[in-house]
């Protein structure tokens, strides 16, 4: 059988990547992004180049997005130039990236309106990753739909689930990244505030590294705290939107998360103070200079 003919929207570290992975498996592939030297370095390998949502969207067989923003995705979709404006019946989009559920499943309705698929599937692991498709991809949407784009699903992640319905995918993301960055919050917190009791933070880690407490999140705190290595590549910036998406995750369930709201607070704060491009392990630095 034929390969599907993919339009790829977003073209940072994570997306670009993803795409180098579907030329080198011989997929056919049309790309965008604002920035032309990530379309450049595409199209310098085999890809074609849209300069509209729509005019890309109108030739492929699957939409695929990886963009920042819940905000940036319906711009995306709802443009007079946009996805809904040129997808054809019958094909399927993709979101990658991390959005807000609700958001998610309004897409997904004025999709299926136009007799198009849609599953959302945001990722996990890092671009390297990516560019040899071992990406984690935590699928949802119809099962049917997932099942007709499973083949290129399998060819850029490693381990590919399927969690239920539409936007099932973004609210297992919007979970795990609470989890995940609110320990980066506290593991920072707890080897600054032993730098300020004079505490030796190594001992520290070596103490806490033994006992349940331990994790990889730890070990990146450390590697940051310790070492002044930073190699967890998930920026502040973007641990601060998942966070408020979170929180508006939470409040569209009736409910609330006081620790959410602790841990977004101290995002902000030090991106507020100019540390958003760092990487999450970083914020150490927000909480060492922090005085009451």
Do not use: W
Request: some cysteine; overall charge negative.
């Amino acid at each position: 059988m034929s390969k599907p003919t993919i339009g790829f929207i977003g073209l940072g570290l994570m997306g670009g990547n993803m795409v180098q992975n579907l030329l080198t498996r011989a997929y056919s592939v049309c790309v965008m992004d604002l920035n032309p030297d990530a379309v450049a370095a595409c199209t310098k390998n085999g890809a074609s180049s849209a300069t509209s949502a729509k005019t890309l969207a109108s030739e492929a067989d699957i939409v695929m997005l990886c963009l920042t923003t819940s905000a940036i995705v319906e711009k995306v979709i709802y443009g007079d130039d946009g996805i809904l404006a040129g997808i054809r019946e019958g094909s399927t989009l993709i979101d990658f990236g991390t959005s807000i559920p609700s958001s998610t499943r309004k897409i997904g309705a004025d999709l299926a309106a136009k007799g198009v698929g849609m599953i959302d599937a945001p990722l996990g692991r890092t671009p390297a990753h990516a560019k040899d498709g071992l990406l984690n991809i935590m699928a949802s949407g119809d099962i049917a739909t997932f099942e007709k784009v499973k083949p290129v699903l399998d060819e850029q992640g490693e381990n590919v689930f399927h969690l239920g319905e539409l936007g099932a995918g973004h609210t297992t993301k919007l979970i795990n990244n609470f989890m995940g960055m609110t320990t980066v919050c506290a593991m920072s917190q707890a080897f600054a505030v032993a730098e300020k009791a004079g505490v030796n933070k190594q001992q520290l880690f070596d103490i806490m590294s033994t006992g349940p407490s331990n994790s990889p999140f730890m070990h990146f705190c450390k590697n940051y705290a310790v070492d002044n290595v930073s190699d967890l590549g998930f920026s502040i910036a973007n641990a601060n939107k998942d966070l408020g998406y979170f929180l508006k995750m939470v409040e569209d369930l009736g409910t609330e998360s006081k620790i959410a709201e602790g841990s977004s607070a101290n995002l902000q704060a030090a991106f507020d103070a100019g540390m958003g491009n760092g990487n999450v392990p970083e914020i150490f630095d927000y909480f060492r200079q922090l005085t009451k």
